[in-house]
């Protein structure tokens, strides 16, 4: 992405695939501060409402002010209507409020939100322009390119939960192998019917799961 001559790199990886009555996001678990490692056990995917959440690449400051945009609509259309908003309906809100500051101070972002609702999973990406499209599967980050291809290759639709959960494991391990920027281990969680389940798998053969 090129914004004002700048490049802007997103590094990090994560991971979304729809599978089933199912989302599945995944997100390695290393913050850097140029060729530094400045932390090892970051979270990268954000619980947004009961059913949702979203992935974050880019700035973290960028996303973190996203993060709690989108809790504060959720809230707010929960209280006003008496029921959960759409993840549509959130993914449209957010690609909104990027476009509408692209020009002023854009926030330098990729987000995935992933979610279910009345209509089914869904999986959203948008990038700091404002595009929203929805997607069975996507990847986003500095090692976005290694992730597709091990996607790419692996996923068909009619995966079951646990072999669209290893799939994801697989696609961003095989990017922090290739991807200085992302590493650690990678942190899951898996969406559906009355379902929010977060899982951590660490690279040193420890899992730690909620």
Do not use: C, W
Not at 123 to 133: P, Q, T
Not at 135 to 155: D, I, R, W
Not at 183 to 204: A, H, N, Q, R, S
Request: glycine share 8%; charged share 25%; aromatic share 8%.
């Amino acid at each position: 992405m090129v914004l004002s001559n700048k490049k802007i790199v997103s590094k990090t990886t994560t991971v979304g695939i729809v599978v089933g009555d199912y989302v599945v996001l995944a997100a390695d678990k290393r913050a850097t501060a140029g060729s530094l490692v400045a932390h090892k056990r970051v979270k990268k995917i954000i619980r947004i409402d009961d059913y949702i959440a979203m992935t974050i690449s880019g700035l973290v400051a960028d996303a973190e002010i996203i993060a709690e945009q989108a809790r504060f609509i959720a809230r707010k259309y929960k209280l006003e209507l008496g029921r959960p908003i759409k993840v549509s309906g959130l993914a449209s809100n957010l690609s909104i409020i990027l476009n509408t500051y692209l020009r002023a101070s854009p926030y330098i972002v990729q987000l995935l939100l992933g979610g279910y609702d009345n209509n089914g999973p869904h999986l959203f990406y948008m990038d700091l322009y404002g595009s929203l499209s929805e997607e069975k599967y996507m990847a986003t980050g500095s090692g976005s390119p290694t992730a597709f291809g091990v996607l790419e290759e692996g996923y068909r639709s009619d995966l079951s939960l646990e072999e669209a959960k290893e799939l994801a494991f697989k696609a961003v391990s095989a990017a922090t192998r290739r991807d200085g920027f992302s590493g650690e281990g990678v942190d899951i969680v898996v969406i559906g019917p009355d379902t929010y389940v977060e899982e951590t798998k660490l690279f040193k053969r420890s899992i730690i799961a909620k």
